[in-house]
């Protein structure tokens, strides 16, 4: 089974990264959420464009197999083909798959739906350092969701353009950006 793997490398000096209000390194090195978002799609789709890269990936194992298996298992029982597992210390601590139409939530993807349920039973803290495992590389959505709660390791089945030569709804939106920007700063700055 080929699957991709995708791991956290950001450090703040020799710490992990995280943002300091008064830290003038943070406040010129802090990316956009377009600039996350470029930086991921192009992490994605640079092993397939270099086998050399591909390569140095991180393998998978056994473990990640047997547990990209009940992902899939997910992913057959849910509103599309898309489940998800969220894994620590080799215990499954939440599944999810898609419920967009059963629940009427475009929102309730398989990763979302898995972090949700994570969050329900063991709060936040046990999403930090699990590794979810999934059956397509996840959307903006979910990977911004996976990002903001710090899960150390994402390995998914079938990539973007995999999924996309088999379902019509995998398409690009129209994106309007830098309306208004000062008027965001401004808040942001209140928060």
Same mark, same amino acid.
């Given at each position: 089974m080929n699957l991709?793997?995708?791991?956290?490398?950001l450090t703040h000096g020799d710490r992990k990264m995280?943002?300091?209000?008064?830290?003038?390194?943070?406040? #010129? +090195?802090l990316p956009s959420r377009r600039a996350v978002i470029a930086t991921l799609a192009a992490a994605a789709l640079l092993p397939a464009a270099s086998p050399l890269l591909a390569a140095a990936a991180?393998?998978?194992s056994a473990e990640d197999e047997r547990f990209m298996r009940l992902a899939l298992a997910e992913a057959r029982r849910g509103d599309f083909p898309f489940g998800a597992v969220i894994i620590r210390d080799g215990r499954v601590l939440a599944r999810g798959r898609n419920l967009g139409r059963s629940n009427d939530?475009? #929102? +309730?993807?398989?990763?979302?739906t898995a972090i949700r349920r994570c969050l329900a039973d063991y709060g936040s803290k046990a999403l930090r350092g699990s590794t979810l495992y999934t059956s397509g590389e996840p959307c903006a959505m979910c990977m911004g969701a996976i990002l903001w709660c710090h899960i150390g390791r994402l390995v998914y089945a079938a990539s973007v353009q995999q999924l996309a030569s088999r379902i019509d709804q995998i398409a690009s939106s129209i994106v309007t950006g830098r309306l208004l920007p000062m008027a965001c700063a401004t808040l942001c700055r209140v928060v």
């Open positions: 991709a793997i995708w791991t956290p490398r995280s943002w300091h209000e008064n830290c003038a390194q943070c406040a #010129t +090195a991180v393998p998978s939530d475009p #929102t +309730a993807h398989g990763e979302i």
